[in-house]
């Protein structure tokens, strides 16, 4: 892992990011400049290399089509005063594109004004909308008269998060013979924020590795560093919130889980994290109307609904056990731990030794909720591998892209195991330490497994709401 970090530093720096909303966006802005006799439009489509790749190129008689502008009920008719579309390089060695086009209509002003753009409105993004009146007054306009963006040429670090959502506005247009610029708040919203991601250092290693799966040249040094920084990316991306550490740990914990559960864990993480990436990856060089951030969206509910059932499936069965021991499921004697008979597997019992103390015998994790677990942590695929690997499909190195992903999940599998490991350790250092714990000790399984349950069904709701 070190090797990989001291190549990274001694090797050129790669390009900086070129979407900071995510690979799958595609990015809009509208600018309005009414006059008395006719109205004006700046129209700019930021493209990020996912829908590069999978759409077909944007032009200006589609933004214009797109774009809905009605003065007194009458929908203006756009002419294309110039456009310009360019492409650029971008992650993974795959493109990035801009489209800029000017756009002019005839108006009678006054008159009431409404505004909707629906540019490619099934894609995530930043959409942005601005209005301005020269020798008009837009009176009662809630849109700013300036862009923030730079005309998405730069975007405010403090609205990434909760990106500008603007597609609509309505307002009226009255003659004011001065230029008068109607000034609105700046509103962010539900246009899909982009992600927690890595920051410093490792951000920047994400970018060279980006870069080497788009070079020209792949020596093999340069390829072993980027197979061990791809596991030491992956590891970093795994510690990130998600991933389903809550729900292992839960798990893990309320099930008494043990070393070899959370090592596989980690294996199931792995093959399905690799398999997803792969699998999607064909499914959008193949399909082109598929939308990428719609297929995570729909992965990501069912991740959630299946750590949910994972959760429903343990909390009955601790129920059931709980039920058992209240009926009497227990033995009435005394006796040390050197008591000679034996029970079978799933036997789960209470023993009352010379102590006074009453030991619970808990269950293990069964073989199916592990596998559930490994599946959901895994099941949505990180949007970084994906680029890494359509890029190196892009350039004929399918084989190292896929050597890449599994390296990549590699190292989210180390995470999540060593987490689980230390869970473990800790539960297991402490267990039968304090009396008073004893209680929670009979509670811990259905109170885990609830836990559990909100949890996938929180993962599922903050899915969907990606997609609607």
């Known amino acids: 892992m070190a090797l990989a970090l001291v190549g990274f530093v001694l090797l050129p720096a790669a390009p900086a990011a070129a979407h900071p909303l995510g690979n799958f966006s595609v990015n809009r802005y509208v600018g309005l400049t009414f006059h008395p006799d006719r109205v004006a439009a700046v129209v700019v489509a930021d493209v990020a290399e996912l829908p590069t790749l999978q759409d077909p190129a944007p032009t200006c008689a589609e933004a214009a089509s797109a774009l809905a502008v009605t003065v007194s009920g009458a929908r203006l008719s756009w002419t294309v005063s110039s456009s ?87 307002f009226t247009a009255v003659l004011d013979g001065s230029a008068v610029a109607a000034a609105g708040p700046v509103s962010g919203g539900g246009s899909g924020a982009a992600p927690l991601g890595l920051t410093g250092p490792l951000a920047g290693a994400e970018r060279w590795l980006d870069s080497v799966v788009g070079g020209a040249r792949l020596t093999p040094l340069v390829g072993l560093l980027a ?181 990549y999940g590699l190292g989210m599998a180390a995470t999540l195991t060593a987490a689980g490991l230390l869970l473990i350790r800790v539960r297991d250092r402490f267990a039968g330490r304090l009396r008073g714990l004893l209680r929670w000790q009979a509670a811990a399984p259905s109170a885990t497994a609830a836990l559990i349950v909100v949890v996938g069904l929180g993962l599922a709701g903050r899915a969907f709401s990606t997609i609607v």
Request: proline share 4%; aromatic share 4%; charged share 15%.
């Open 227 to 407: 197979v061990l920084l791809a596991l030491v990316l992956g590891a970093a991306h795994a510690a990130l919130p998600g991933h389903g550490k809550t729900v292992m740990a839960a798990y893990l914990a309320g099930r008494a889980g043990r070393p070899r559960d959370a090592v596989a864990v980690g294996a199931t993480v792995t093959l399905t994290h690799t398999g997803g990436v792969i699998a999607l990856g064909l499914l959008l060089t193949t399909f082109a109307g598929v939308a990428g951030e719609s297929v995570l969206g729909w992965l990501g509910v069912a991740s959630g609904v299946l750590v949910a059932g994972i959760g429903v499936g343990a909390l009955l069965s601790a129920l059931r056990r709980r039920r058992a021991v209240g009926a009497g499921h227990s033995h009435g004697h005394r006796h040390s731990h050197g008591h000679g008979h034996s029970h079978g597997p799933g036997h789960a019992h209470s023993h009352d030794h010379h102590d006074g103390v009453v030991h619970r015998h808990s269950h293990g994790p069964g073989k199916w909720g592990i596998a559930g677990i490994g599946v959901a942590g895994g099941l949505v695929p990180s949007p970084s591998a994906l680029i890494v690997l359509l890029g190196a499909i892009a350039l004929g190195r399918t084989a190292f892209g896929i050597l890449l992903v599994f390296a």
């Open 84 to 170: 310009a579309l360019v492409l650029a390089d971008g992650a993974g060695g795959l493109k990035t594109g801009r489209l800029d086009c000017r756009l002019s209509a005839s108006a009678a002003l006054p008159g009431a004004v409404t505004v909707s753009n629906e540019f490619r409105a099934d894609r995530i993004g930043w959409r942005e909308l601005t209005a301005t009146g020269v020798g008009v007054r837009l009176v009662g306009s809630t849109v700013p008269s300036a862009t923030v963006s730079d005309e998405l040429r730069r975007y405010p670090d403090d609205l990434l998060s909760s990106p500008v959502d603007v597609r609509t506005a309505a």
